[in-house]
């Protein structure tokens, strides 16, 4: 029985495919399935190569354009588009084919197959972005110790044991870390905070479960969820981190605060490291703020904007 397929004569379609993302094992899947679904595929060949294909992809008036990787590639596609402020133009997908794949897990898509299907005839929404200082981000920018336990957890560890590969990390990471000396002013939000500590870590997301006094970042809401986790004893730091991520139990060491402006700054000379989107970068100083509705995604039939 031939199904009708979606009439795709006025949209001009591409996918950007990591081959190496993952356990580096679904190209060949993805061309098969690409070629079905009739999407072009371009591949990335090294770090920093999706950011120009996205480029390309907006040059060649692209409407729909599919990202197949992880969190990683999705970032350089976004940060490609925003530098050439092609965001409004290009609706984008998911088709998960990384490590983690939190975006597409928050997004309520599972498998290569329901990406493609996502790609089809999913909802198109509009999403706020994060930005940090000028590149923006789409699921969460975290510095100290879950930024460390990324790091930590190398691609072999990955490889071997997937998610649980951070928590492994971080259990390593947990002993020797030193904390992040740092001033925090937010403004813009339900309150305001001027804070100046030591702190084990700092969350701001954009679309990300944070634990349960940030609860999952809204990304249709105009406001980054915010955590900042206090130093603390190393024993109750690391029970309250896991505590605070992983149970979402209330740990009183967390301030949880929602706004649209977040300035942090290292007080010593060394630059503060944040994961953007899984990323690393450094910075002197940083200002948070967001992009609202900035981002056209198609979503799965079981997301919900407020997780
Ligand atoms: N051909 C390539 N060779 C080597 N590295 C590449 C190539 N193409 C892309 N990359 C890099 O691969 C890295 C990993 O990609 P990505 O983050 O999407 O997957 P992942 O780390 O497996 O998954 P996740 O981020 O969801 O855990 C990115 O930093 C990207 O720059």
Known sequence: MGEARPDRSAERRRLVLNPVSGGADHAETVRRLAAIHQFPVVETERGGHGVELAKAAAADSVDLLAVCGG??????????????????????????AGTENIVAGDLGIETLGEGFEVADSGETRRLDLGVANDEPFVMSAIAG?????????????????GSVAFLIGGLREGFSFDGLEVTIDASGGSAETAWTGEAIAVLVGN???????????????????????????????????????FLDRDTPHVRALRTTRLAVDPLGAEPIRFSLDGELREFETVEFGVLPDALRLRVGPEYRPEG
Do not use: W, Y
């Not at 590639?73 to 997908?93: I, K, M």
């Not at 999952?216 to 105009?222: I, N, P, Q, Y």
């Open 71 to 96: 969190d990683g590639t999705l970032h350089e596609v976004v940060e490609g588009l925003a530098a050439v402020d092609a965001l409004d133009a290009v609706t984008v997908c998911v088709i998960p």
């Open 145 to 161: 110790l879950p930024a460390d336990v990324s790091e930590a957890a190398t691609a072999d560890l990955k490889e071997r044991f």
């Open 207 to 245: 679309l990300r479960r944070l634990g349960k006094n940030g609860g999952r970042a809204d990304a249709e809401d105009g406001l980054l969820a915010v955590e900042i986790i206090e130093r603390m004893p190393p024993g109750e730091a690391v029970r309250e981190a896991i505590e605070q991520r």
